[in-house]
């Protein structure tokens, strides 16, 4: 006699498990459907951990701290420039979220396998195809319609705003129960405002409302016009002019069943991201007052630039499993590539002050002169499970290496305008301004601007970070397990730094106000990180009410 297929299926509880070492929060595939998200951003998941901050920082811990992670591989910013994430400067998700499976936020674990974080462990699971082909097409919409136009009761200035994402999803097998893929691709375009401000028209400051900057209309047409007469320079315009955000992202996965013991994951993630930015707006500003756009101070658009964030990121990973072990092996690289393109050719930073604060910005965005940062990032990683009665005995190794090149040239073309700078013209007015730009004897700005044929700065340094360990999970009881292990990081630094003899002559002072000398071509010794970690699970009646 022939018997019928019989169909076993049982939910897992998400919070009472064996599984479960340490405090942790699981989205599951359900609730990432489910949750309302305006950015469609992971950052809308892990805020349901209830030691979040509703942004990246957990347990009050700086988001510095968090180790991010995309189906258990490496995938933080590692400079940790402005933003946790890759793709954070310019405004973008580094994923697809239509890409995004589950996530799990990990506080404490007791895994020794779990590393390289004191704030959060942040672990994104992506989509994989199945024996069902599937499809979707998506496109979300937004302009100022549907933007709010008042603070209170003052009504703000609401311009045109323009956004737009685009995208679709494509999975399915390419050799049933065998092989297969699946495809997330997603286009985002927004136009914002350059400033929510505009210019004074009428020279009444007391009738001007919230969005109308104390910065006249007529004396920035005579700023721009003295400046094109004079110097052949378009500072470009002070309002009226929009700001992108564009960016395209890719992913796509490839699961192999290579046998009934084996298992070959294979992901690629592509991040092209731009966001145009008006110039910084507060570090070494005039009186240090700020650049705006504000009530105070209007720059004019090319005094910004272009923020530009680039990812690459391939992983590799194979999965065995026999009746005695495990093994888990990965690989990953990843290539960030962050640079800016500034609006301004070649000119000195110029502010104009009035009344002690900052009026206008003039010229090149002082932070944005060859502003590069290239980072490359390869991950090895192989964990290997035993088991035998009840133990399941894990051993394994990670190694993360890292290549910067960072290059930073700031005030290269030269600073002009502050009453506090050494050799300076300090235009800390209007009149000051005009003065110097005379064009019966202006003030030569272009001989501050560095000559092309001196080098830009840049420095390369390359470290490392090394980890084994070891654990023990016993199985007790129905009702009790105890996890206990050890965990060695071990830091390497490979770039040896150059010497800087004007360092080691100047004395300092120590933690007891007595003198020392820091040699800065010396880096701290390697010194071993020892974690031992202990953990249990204790179902004490039995029935997971306690």
Not at 13 to 18: D, R, W
Not at 112 to 125: D, K, L, P, Q
Not at 188 to 197: H, I, M, S, W
Request: hydrophobic share 30%; glycine share 8%.
């Amino acid at each position: 006699m022939k018997l019928g297929e019989i169909t076993v299926s049982a939910n897992k509880n998400a919070v009472l498990n064996s599984e479960r070492t340490g405090a942790a929060t699981f989205i599951n595939p359900n609730e990432v459907q489910a949750l309302p998200t305006i950015k469609r951003s992971i950052r809308d998941l892990t805020r349901l951990d209830p030691r979040s901050d509703g942004n990246f920082s957990f347990g009050g811990k700086n988001w510095l701290y968090n180790n991010y992670s995309v189906d258990g591989s490496y995938f933080n910013n590692p400079f940790g420039l402005d933003n946790p994430s890759p793709g954070g400067q310019s405004n973008a998700e580094p994923l697809p979220y239509d890409a995004v499976e589950q996530v799990q936020v990990s506080i404490a674990p007791y895994d020794v396998r779990e590393g390289g974080f004191t704030g959060a462990g942040i672990n994104t699971v992506t989509k994989s195809g199945t024996n069902n082909f599937k499809g979707s097409i998506y496109t979300f919409f937004r302009n100022e319609n549907l933007q709010g136009d008042k603070v209170g009761d003052s009504k703000i200035l609401n311009p045109d705003l323009k956004f737009n994402q685009y995208g679709f999803t494509v999975s399915g097998p390419i050799m049933k129960n065998k092989l297969f893929f699946f495809i997330n691709g997603e286009l985002e375009r927004r136009e914002d405002p350059g400033t929510n401000f505009k210019a004074d028209t009428d020279g009444d400051p007391t009738n001007n409302d919230a969005g109308t900057s104390r910065v006249q209309a007529s004396v920035m047409n005579q700023i721009r016009q003295r400046m094109i007469d004079v110097y052949n320079y378009d500072p470009g315009p002070y309002e009226g002019f929009f700001h992108k955000t564009d960016n395209e992202k890719i992913l796509m996965k490839l699961d192999w069943n290579i046998n009934d013991q084996n298992n070959l994951t294979f992901r690629y993630n592509y991040l092209n991201a731009r966001r145009d930015k008006p110039p910084h707006p507060f570090a070494i500003s005039y009186n240090n007052t700020g650049r705006g756009p504000n009530q105070n101070s209007l720059p004019f658009k090319n005094s910004g630039y272009t923020i530009n964030n680039q990812l690459n990121s391939f992983a590799l990973e194979l999965n065995s499993s026999y009746q005695k072990f495990s093994n888990k092996f990965f690989v990953s690289y990843n290539r960030f590539r962050d640079f800016r393109d500034p609006f301004s050719r070649p000119f000195p930073t110029i502010e104009i002050g009035e009344a002690g604060l900052t009026y206008t910005t003039v010229g090149h965005e002082p932070f944005s002169i060859h502003n590069i940062l290239d980072q490359d990032v390869l991950q090895f990683t192989d964990n290997f499970s035993y088991y035998i009665g009840k133990h399941v005995l894990t051993v394994g190794a990670t190694y993360e290496y890292f290549s910067f090149f960072n290059s930073f040239n700031l005030f290269r073309y030269g600073l002009l305008g502050f009453n506090t700078w050494p050799g300076g013209t300090a235009f800390n007015s209007i009149a000051d301004f005009f003065a110097a730009t005379d064009p019966s004897n202006p003030q030569d700005f272009g001989a501050d601007v560095t000559p092309a044929n001196v080098p830009f700065k840049g420095e390369f340094i390359k470290v490392g970070q090394l980890a084994f360990y070891a654990q023990d999970e016993f199985l007790a009881t129905e009702k009790f397990s105890l996890t206990a292990g050890v965990r060695v990081d071990i830091p390497t630094y490979i770039t040896q730094p150059a010497d800087n003899p004007f360092s080691r002559s100047l004395k300092l002072l120590d933690e007891n106000d007595n003198p020392e000398t820091v040699d800065q071509s010396k880096l701290p010794d390697a010194t071993p990180l020892f974690s031992p970690r202990v953990g249990f699970n204790w179902d004490v009646k039995g029935d997971r009410s306690l």
